[in-house]
């Protein structure tokens, strides 16, 4: 008689629910006691070198529809073009600034908002510089795994022309999903999901 194995059966998958802003952001949830403010809720203090900046944007459906449970993250470099990390080895970043913001979506309008600074230019792997850009990550109901994107500026024309990402999207259409609108320092960025406005979304 053959014995039997009783492999484990692999847990079900499961979407990114109401645990997503429960764990990362108690105090948006109103949840309190567990951090003083949610984790990367504020990237700049008074002492903060550069340009001061606001990216505003939603998180939009095939629908057209803002979703109003997202989460969204952004890194980006200080206005130097360093990078507040222990591989960042070309200088020394700013440190006033953290590099790193976490915004759920608003419950009302679906709104996300990061008050930041512009960051300064970066080498690509291959040393060609990059233009100014913030990645960012999202994280919703029904995305099985984070995507992530990029945010170019729409006042560095020049510096966006050299970009080595930008370059490798064949169709220059979908690069334009890539550079926010607004001016500075206000800046506006709606990432699509999906339908003709796409976002195009990176494998990182």
Not at 65 to 71: E, G, Q, R, S, Y
Not at 74 to 92: C, H, K, M, V
Request: net charge negative; glycine share 12%; charged share 20%.
């Amino acid at each position: 008689m053959v014995q039997d194995l009783g492999y484990l059966k692999e847990t079900a998958s499961q979407t990114a629910g109401p645990y997503v802003h429960i764990g990362l952001t108690p105090n948006f949830c109103g949840i309190p006691g567990v951090y003083e403010s949610d984790l990367g809720s504020a990237m700049v203090n008074d002492h903060t070198l550069g340009e001061r900046i606001t990216v505003t944007g939603r998180v939009i459906d095939g629908a057209g529809v803002p979703l109003k449970d997202a989460l969204v993250e952004i890194w980006q470099a200080d206005a130097a073009g360093f990078y507040n990390s222990p591989s960042e080895l070309r200088g020394t970043a700013d440190p006033n600034f953290t590099g790193w913001g976490r915004c759920p979506t608003g419950a009302e309008d679906g709104t996300f908002t990061f008050r930041t600074v512009k960051p300064g230019r970066v080498p690509a792997r291959d040393g060609r510089l990059m233009a100014p850009h913030i990645t960012l990550w999202i994280v919703a109901r029904g995305i099985n795994l984070g995507l992530h994107t990029r945010m170019y500026f729409p006042d560095e024309a020049a510096a966006n022309a050299e970009d080595p990402l930008l370059g490798r999207i064949e169709y220059r259409q979908r690069a334009e999903t890539l550079v926010a609108g607004g001016t500075a320092p206000n800046y506006l960025f709606d990432i699509h999901l999906q339908g003709e406005k796409e976002t195009v979304f990176l494998d990182i």
